[in-house]
């Protein structure tokens, strides 16, 4: 467990080899930069010009491969899964634009004219919705289209298949975890059901549908689905995004037991749920999800636990605002698509850490906060925020006063804080507790609250 002495670092990554202790360490201390001031570009995170060559020189050795830097997090996901009797392994696809940069090996992007990457990383999740980490990622750059309008490299939606792969042969070491896959409609693939049934389901799959299937009676999916009479009825808030007002959201269940049809002439099994919202307010588009998965469902009680699952989804879309806008990783500018990865690897871990905190301030809020943060760090956001110290700080008090250094007004009806107000305020408390070691190194006054 992570002490008042001990970076989160040292346990995240006890397990970490690069094949060189100094890499390792290097490594280690790029982590607690970063995560420390989650804004900072890598000449602002280091800590003079030495850390700062030293930081693109990590980026630019070639014996370090982007995967060993994230095999230690991935290990201690799985650790942090096992504690669980159900595990979301949510999946998904964010594309990086790195437009206007020289750096080779990137390629177009959804837009051909732009110029990036693709990310799609396989993200733990908890039913409440707390993040235990990165458990795989895919990296990579399209190639660009030939003269007939086609695309070289492997085929993109093989990243779906091998994501439930590598999921799968996690299961049987987790016997006392059920792990769920959870994907939005690019993930509506025959082949990956196909995959997933021919291993024998070792772990559950819910996935949106974009398909209206044809099924071998002759009917279409989603007619079937809805054709008998809704299992009942749900209400859940969903709160306010840009352009739109928070509400209530109150959706009919159907759920129906299906034979899809797939190669061979064979078929799979799986439960099709539509949930169609009623009562929408005028002006509102209703939301509507149809949803498939191997698990059998028939009670409302099953249905509304699917629905809360595939809710959690929108965990991942927090993790990529964090990486993208916290992070901001298409700032980077390290010239080549390998050094890219290797930073990624680091602020993947990075953006969950601040979701981490983001997430269990809430669930657990009264642990120590000198597990997740070290004492001038804890000083610097009771000095800030001109608060008395706590004898025994808490996580919740704590993230909280760094929040508000990042605009959380902290009033009674504004809930708890987002990632994003945590990791505007985590730059403000970095650049303190940096000032209070100077001090302290200079032999200056007294730093303490």
């Given at each position: 467990m992570v002490t008042e002495s001990t970076p989160w670092t040292q346990t995240e990554f006890e397990q970490l080899d690069l094949g060189d202790a100094r890499?390792?360490?290097?490594?280690?201390?790029?982590?607690?930069?970063?995560?420390a001031d989650p804004t900072a570009s890598v000449p602002q995170a280091g800590h003079g010009w030495g850390e700062?060559?030293?930081?693109?020189?990590?980026?630019?050795?070639?014996?370090?491969?982007?995967?060993?830097?994230?095999?230690?997090?991935?290990?201690?996901?799985?650790?942090?899964?096992?504690?669980?009797?159900?595990?979301?392994?949510?999946?998904?696809?964010?594309?990086?634009?790195?437009?206007?940069?020289?750096?080779?090996?990137?390629?177009?992007?959804?837009?051909?004219?732009?110029?990036?990457?693709?990310?799609?990383?396989?993200y733990a999740v908890t039913p409440?919705?707390?993040?235990?980490?990165?458990?795989?990622?895919?990296?990579?750059?399209?190639?660009?289209?030939?003269?007939?309008?086609?695309?070289?490299?492997?085929?993109?939606?093989?990243?779906?298949?091998?994501?439930?792969?590598?999921?799968?042969?996690?299961?049987?070491?987790?016997?006392?975890?059920?792990?769920?896959?959870v994907a939005d409609r690019e993930a509506d693939l025959m082949a990956l059901m196909e995959r997933a049934d021919a291993l024998g389901n070792p772990a559950d799959w819910l996935v949106r549908a974009a398909h209206n299937r044809s099924l071998p009676e002759g009917d279409k999916l989603w007619e079937r689905a809805t054709h008998d009479e809704a299992v009942g009825e749900i209400a859940f808030p969903m709160a306010a995004r840009q352009g739109v007002k928070a509400r209530t959201v109150?959706?009919?269940?159907?759920l129906q037991r299906v034979q899809l049809p797939a190669s061979k002439s064979k078929s799979v099994a799986a439960t099709c749920l539509v949930?169609?919202?009623?009562?929408?307010?005028?002006?509102?588009?209703?939301?509507?999800?149809?949803?498939?998965?191997?698990?059998?469902?028939?009670?409302?009680?099953?249905?509304?636990?699917?629905?809360?699952?595939?809710?959690?989804?929108?965990?991942?879309?927090?993790?990529?605002?964090?990486?993208?806008n916290g992070c901001q990783v298409e700032e980077l500018q390290l010239g080549t698509i390998e050094r890219l990865e290797r930073a990624l690897a680091l602020f993947l871990v990075v953006a969950w850490r601040v979701t981490y905190l983001m997430r269990?301030?809430?669930?657990?809020?009264?642990?120590?906060?000198?597990?997740?943060?070290?004492?001038?760090?804890?000083?610097?956001?009771?000095?800030?925020?001109?608060?008395?110290?706590?004898?025994?700080?808490?996580?919740?008090?704590?993230?909280?006063?760094?929040?508000?250094?990042?605009?959380?007004?902290?009033?009674?009806?504004?809930?708890?804080?987002?990632?994003e107000t945590i990791w505007k305020g985590l730059t403000k408390v970095h650049i303190a507790a940096q000032t209070m070691r100077l001090l302290r190194d200079d032999g200056d006054a007294d730093t303490s609250v």
């Open positions: 890499l390792n360490k290097r490594a280690r201390l790029l982590m607690e930069r970063m995560a700062t060559i030293a930081a693109y020189r990590f980026f630019d050795n070639e014996k370090v491969q982007w995967h060993a830097i994230l095999e230690p997090h991935w290990q201690q996901t799985q650790k942090r899964m096992q504690t669980h009797q159900v595990v979301l392994c949510l999946q998904d696809t964010t594309e990086l634009d790195f437009n206007g940069q020289d750096a080779l090996g990137l390629g177009p992007l959804t837009y051909e004219a732009q110029r990036g990457m693709f990310v799609h990383p396989t409440q919705r707390e993040p235990l980490g990165i458990l795989d990622a895919w990296m990579w750059a399209r190639e660009k289209k030939d003269d007939s309008g086609r695309r070289g490299g492997p085929k993109e939606s093989l990243r779906w298949i091998e994501g439930y792969e590598r999921i799968a042969e996690m299961a049987p070491d987790m016997r006392s975890t059920r792990l769920v896959y109150r959706q009919r269940l159907w949930a169609r919202e009623f009562d929408a307010p005028a002006g509102v588009k209703p939301i509507e999800w149809r949803l498939l998965t191997n698990r059998t469902a028939t009670t409302l009680d099953e249905a509304a636990e699917l629905i809360e699952w595939y809710r959690a989804r929108w965990e991942i879309e927090i993790l990529f605002n964090v990486l993208k269990l301030g809430r669930t657990c809020p009264d642990l120590d906060a000198r597990l997740f943060f070290d004492p001038d760090e804890i000083r610097a956001a009771y000095l800030l925020t001109k608060t008395p110290r706590s004898v025994q700080p808490k996580l919740n008090e704590v993230l909280r006063l760094v929040a508000r250094l990042g605009g959380f007004l902290a009033r009674k009806g504004d809930g708890e804080p987002g990632a």
